[in-house]
Protein backbone atom coordinates (compact mmCIF):
# COMPACT_ATOMS: atom_id res chain seq x y z
CA UNK A 1 0.00 0.00 0.00
CA UNK A 2 0.55 3.42 -0.02
CA UNK A 3 3.33 4.98 2.38
CA UNK A 4 4.19 8.67 2.99
CA UNK A 5 6.66 9.78 4.47
CA UNK A 6 7.11 13.30 6.00
CA UNK A 7 10.12 16.01 7.47
CA UNK A 8 10.65 17.49 9.68
CA UNK A 9 8.93 16.38 12.16
CA UNK A 10 8.90 19.89 14.38
CA UNK A 11 9.81 23.53 12.77
CA UNK A 12 10.39 26.67 14.38
CA UNK A 13 10.40 29.59 12.63
CA UNK A 14 10.25 33.17 13.52
CA UNK A 15 7.61 35.37 12.13
CA UNK A 16 7.66 36.38 8.62
CA UNK A 17 10.32 33.77 7.49
CA UNK A 18 9.26 31.19 5.25
CA UNK A 19 8.49 27.32 6.46
CA UNK A 20 8.80 24.26 3.99
CA UNK A 21 7.62 20.93 5.16
CA UNK A 22 8.76 17.82 2.83
CA UNK A 23 6.77 14.78 1.54
CA UNK A 24 7.18 11.57 0.00
CA UNK A 25 4.97 9.00 -1.46
CA UNK A 26 5.13 5.17 -2.66
CA UNK A 27 2.48 4.76 -4.65
CA UNK A 28 3.09 6.23 -8.36
CA UNK A 29 -0.50 5.49 -8.96
CA UNK A 30 -1.26 8.28 -6.79
CA UNK A 31 -2.75 11.27 -8.05
CA UNK A 32 -4.04 13.42 -5.05
CA UNK A 33 -2.01 15.42 -2.42
CA UNK A 34 -4.21 17.56 -0.08
CA UNK A 35 -2.37 19.12 2.78
CA UNK A 36 -4.11 19.34 6.07
CA UNK A 37 -3.93 21.97 9.06
CA UNK A 38 -4.71 20.24 12.73
CA UNK A 39 -4.75 23.27 15.30
CA UNK A 40 -4.71 21.53 18.95
CA UNK A 41 -7.67 19.63 19.98
CA UNK A 42 -9.45 20.28 16.75
CA UNK A 43 -10.28 18.72 13.55
CA UNK A 44 -7.91 18.59 10.41
CA UNK A 45 -8.69 21.38 8.15
CA UNK A 46 -7.70 21.13 4.16
CA UNK A 47 -5.20 24.05 3.26
CA UNK A 48 -4.31 23.54 -0.11
CA UNK A 49 -4.57 20.38 -2.08
CA UNK A 50 -3.09 19.38 -5.64
CA UNK A 51 -3.17 16.96 -8.52
CA UNK A 52 -0.82 14.99 -10.72
CA UNK A 53 -1.91 17.06 -13.60
CA UNK A 54 0.22 20.08 -11.96
CA UNK A 55 2.62 21.01 -10.67
CA UNK A 56 2.42 23.83 -8.94
CA UNK A 57 -0.56 25.81 -7.04
CA UNK A 58 -0.63 28.60 -5.11
CA UNK A 59 -3.32 29.97 -2.22
CA UNK A 60 -2.03 33.36 -1.09
CA UNK A 61 0.81 32.75 1.55
CA UNK A 62 0.62 29.02 0.89
CA UNK A 63 1.86 26.77 -2.14
CA UNK A 64 2.47 23.60 -2.90
CA UNK A 65 4.73 21.52 -5.41
CA UNK A 66 4.57 18.49 -6.65
CA UNK A 67 7.17 16.48 -8.75
CA UNK A 68 6.02 13.33 -9.81
CA UNK A 69 8.93 11.91 -10.90
CA UNK A 70 10.91 12.13 -7.57
CA UNK A 71 7.39 11.25 -5.78
CA UNK A 72 8.18 14.55 -4.21
CA UNK A 73 5.66 17.66 -3.20
CA UNK A 74 6.19 19.97 -1.05
CA UNK A 75 4.25 22.90 1.59
CA UNK A 76 5.74 26.36 1.15
CA UNK A 77 4.24 28.83 3.93
CA UNK A 78 5.60 32.41 3.51
CA UNK A 79 5.51 35.48 5.79
CA UNK A 80 4.38 33.04 8.78
CA UNK A 81 2.08 34.36 11.35
CA UNK A 82 1.81 33.38 14.84
CA UNK A 83 -1.95 31.67 13.75
CA UNK A 84 0.09 29.60 11.38
CA UNK A 85 1.33 27.67 14.40
CA UNK A 86 -0.08 24.12 14.30
CA UNK A 87 0.36 20.46 13.08
CA UNK A 88 0.40 20.24 9.97
CA UNK A 89 -0.15 16.99 7.47
CA UNK A 90 0.63 15.67 4.24
CA UNK A 91 -1.59 13.11 2.80
CA UNK A 92 -1.86 10.90 -0.94
CA UNK A 93 -4.19 9.18 -2.71
CA UNK A 94 -5.21 7.62 -5.62
CA UNK A 95 -7.94 9.61 -7.16
CA UNK A 96 -9.96 12.53 -4.61
CA UNK A 97 -13.33 10.59 -3.69
CA UNK A 98 -13.54 7.24 -2.65
CA UNK A 99 -9.93 6.52 -1.89
CA UNK A 100 -8.98 6.85 1.75
CA UNK A 101 -6.05 8.95 2.56
CA UNK A 102 -2.60 8.23 3.02
CA UNK A 103 -1.29 10.32 5.94
CA UNK A 104 2.10 11.91 6.57
CA UNK A 105 3.16 11.63 10.09
CA UNK A 106 2.72 15.76 10.72
CA UNK A 107 5.21 18.99 11.54
CA UNK A 108 4.72 20.82 14.34
CA UNK A 109 5.26 23.87 13.01
CA UNK A 110 6.10 27.09 15.73
CA UNK A 111 5.75 30.66 14.49
CA UNK A 112 8.09 32.74 17.20
CA UNK A 113 6.50 36.01 17.34
CA UNK B 1 -23.65 24.27 10.18
CA UNK B 2 -21.48 21.79 11.03
CA UNK B 3 -21.19 19.71 7.77
CA UNK B 4 -19.66 16.32 9.67
CA UNK B 5 -20.69 15.78 13.79
CA UNK B 6 -20.26 13.54 15.67
CA UNK B 7 -20.87 12.56 19.03
CA UNK B 8 -20.35 12.28 21.56
CA UNK B 9 -17.45 14.49 21.47
CA UNK B 10 -15.47 13.08 24.60
CA UNK B 11 -16.39 9.35 26.07
CA UNK B 12 -14.32 8.36 28.89
CA UNK B 13 -15.12 4.60 29.73
CA UNK B 14 -13.53 1.47 31.71
CA UNK B 15 -11.93 -1.62 29.73
CA UNK B 16 -14.02 -4.52 28.82
CA UNK B 17 -16.98 -2.37 28.05
CA UNK B 18 -19.03 -1.57 24.37
CA UNK B 19 -19.61 2.16 23.17
CA UNK B 20 -20.57 3.53 20.01
CA UNK B 21 -19.48 6.75 18.01
CA UNK B 22 -22.00 8.39 15.54
CA UNK B 23 -21.23 10.89 12.83
CA UNK B 24 -23.54 12.58 10.13
CA UNK B 25 -22.66 14.35 6.99
CA UNK B 26 -25.13 17.03 5.47
CA UNK B 27 -23.14 17.89 2.55
CA UNK B 28 -25.00 15.67 0.10
CA UNK B 29 -21.06 13.37 0.33
CA UNK B 30 -21.30 9.63 -0.80
CA UNK B 31 -17.89 8.25 0.74
CA UNK B 32 -18.00 8.63 4.64
CA UNK B 33 -14.60 7.41 6.85
CA UNK B 34 -13.23 6.44 10.32
CA UNK B 35 -9.92 7.68 10.93
CA UNK B 36 -7.92 6.85 14.33
CA UNK B 37 -5.72 9.15 15.42
CA UNK B 38 -3.04 7.92 18.54
CA UNK B 39 -1.28 9.73 20.95
CA UNK B 40 1.44 10.69 18.70
CA UNK B 41 -1.01 12.19 16.04
CA UNK B 42 -0.74 9.74 13.79
CA UNK B 43 -3.60 9.85 11.26
CA UNK B 44 -4.45 6.31 10.31
CA UNK B 45 -7.76 5.29 8.21
CA UNK B 46 -10.00 2.16 9.58
CA UNK B 47 -12.82 1.92 7.19
CA UNK B 48 -14.57 3.97 4.23
CA UNK B 49 -17.90 3.68 3.17
CA UNK B 50 -19.62 4.37 -0.12
CA UNK B 51 -23.32 4.55 -0.59
CA UNK B 52 -23.93 2.52 2.64
CA UNK B 53 -21.37 -0.07 1.27
CA UNK B 54 -17.97 -1.07 3.26
CA UNK B 55 -14.94 -0.45 0.40
CA UNK B 56 -12.39 0.09 2.63
CA UNK B 57 -11.37 -2.13 6.17
CA UNK B 58 -8.34 -1.68 6.80
CA UNK B 59 -6.54 -4.26 9.49
CA UNK B 60 -8.38 -3.70 12.41
CA UNK B 61 -9.64 -5.47 15.12
CA UNK B 62 -12.75 -7.52 14.52
CA UNK B 63 -14.21 -5.60 18.26
CA UNK B 64 -14.51 -2.90 15.45
CA UNK B 65 -17.90 -2.90 13.51
CA UNK B 66 -18.89 -0.03 11.75
CA UNK B 67 -22.44 0.52 10.40
CA UNK B 68 -23.82 2.97 7.53
CA UNK B 69 -27.88 3.01 8.14
CA UNK B 70 -27.74 5.12 5.05
CA UNK B 71 -25.19 7.78 3.49
CA UNK B 72 -25.59 10.40 5.28
CA UNK B 73 -24.73 8.52 8.71
CA UNK B 74 -22.04 6.19 9.31
CA UNK B 75 -21.51 4.96 13.19
CA UNK B 76 -18.37 3.05 14.88
CA UNK B 77 -19.13 0.04 17.54
CA UNK B 78 -16.12 -0.81 19.51
CA UNK B 79 -16.59 -4.19 21.46
CA UNK B 80 -14.39 -5.06 24.81
CA UNK B 81 -12.59 -1.61 24.55
CA UNK B 82 -9.04 -2.07 25.41
CA UNK B 83 -6.76 0.25 26.82
CA UNK B 84 -5.11 0.68 23.43
CA UNK B 85 -8.09 1.83 21.82
CA UNK B 86 -8.10 5.29 23.80
CA UNK B 87 -7.36 7.59 21.04
CA UNK B 88 -9.13 10.10 19.04
CA UNK B 89 -11.39 8.90 16.51
CA UNK B 90 -12.31 11.09 13.15
CA UNK B 91 -15.12 10.60 10.68
CA UNK B 92 -14.78 12.26 7.46
CA UNK B 93 -16.87 12.21 4.33
CA UNK B 94 -16.11 13.28 0.24
CA UNK B 95 -17.60 13.27 -2.78
CA UNK B 96 -15.79 11.60 -5.49
CA UNK B 97 -13.45 14.33 -7.15
CA UNK B 98 -13.79 16.66 -4.10
CA UNK B 99 -11.36 16.79 -0.57
CA UNK B 100 -12.26 14.80 2.37
CA UNK B 101 -13.94 17.06 5.03
CA UNK B 102 -13.29 16.05 8.90
CA UNK B 103 -15.58 15.68 11.80
CA UNK B 104 -14.43 17.51 15.33
CA UNK B 105 -13.61 13.85 16.69
CA UNK B 106 -14.54 12.04 19.64
CA UNK B 107 -11.61 11.56 22.07
CA UNK B 108 -12.18 8.26 23.76
CA UNK B 109 -10.37 7.77 26.93
CA UNK B 110 -10.04 3.94 28.54
CA UNK B 111 -9.50 3.48 32.13
Known amino acids: GENVEQHPSTLSVQEGDSAVIKCTYSDSASNYFPWYKQELGKRPQLIIDIRSNVGEKKDQRIAVTLNKTAKHFSLHITETQPEDSAVYFCAASIGTGRRALTFGSGTRLQVQP | ?111
Open chain 2, 1 to 111: DTAVSQTPKYLVTQMGNDKSIKCEQNLGHDTMYWYKQDSKKFLKIMFSYNNKELIINETVPNRFSPKSPDKAHLNLHINSLELGDSAVYFCASSQEGQAQHFGDGTRLSIL
